[in-house]
């Protein structure tokens, strides 16, 4: 199992910028995709960036957020990082961390497809107005 603990959220103006954190712990190794997710009260549940754990490919992206966030880790420190710049107040929601270990699931649902990731943090608060 791997454990997943989301930090970083806070409550910023439009424009501004935060970075979320996750980190994780237990059979960390096995996993191979990494995203992050949010959803705001109301809405679904939405993907916004994964990333190939192993060896950091294959960032994506939803397109709400492309050019604005950037995915990134730290695989010594079992980190994945959500840097999150130009916020707007659609970016509000609570944002989860999750990891996949199933490369089949991955592969033929989507790096941001809800079903393939198997592991999930609680979620960190970010609010923009």
């Known amino acids: 199992h791997v454990q997943l603990v989301e930090s970083g959220g806070d409550s910023v103006q439009t424009g501004g910028s935060l970075t979320l954190s996750c980190a994780a712990s237990g059979y960390y190794w096995r996993t191979y995709c990494m995203g992050w997710f949010r959803q705001a009260p109301g809405k679904e549940r939405e993907g916004v960036a994964s990333?190939?754990?192993?060896?950091?490919?294959?960032?994506t992206y939803a397109d709400s957020v492309k050019g604005r966030f950037t995915i990134s880790k730290d695989n010594a420190k079992n980190i994945l990082y959500l840097q999150m710049d130009n916020l707007e107040p659609e970016d509000s929601a609570t944002y989860r961390c999750?990891?996949?270990?199933?490369?089949?699931?991955?592969?033929?649902?989507?790096?941001?497809?809800?079903?393939?990731?198997?592991?999930w943090g609680e979620g960190t608060q970010v609010t923009v107005s």
């Open positions: 999750a990891a996949s270990w199933d490369v089949t699931a991955i592969e033929a649902l989507g790096r941001m497809a809800d079903p393939a990731f198997g592991y």
């Open positions: 990333i190939i754990r192993r060896d950091g490919t294959k960032p």
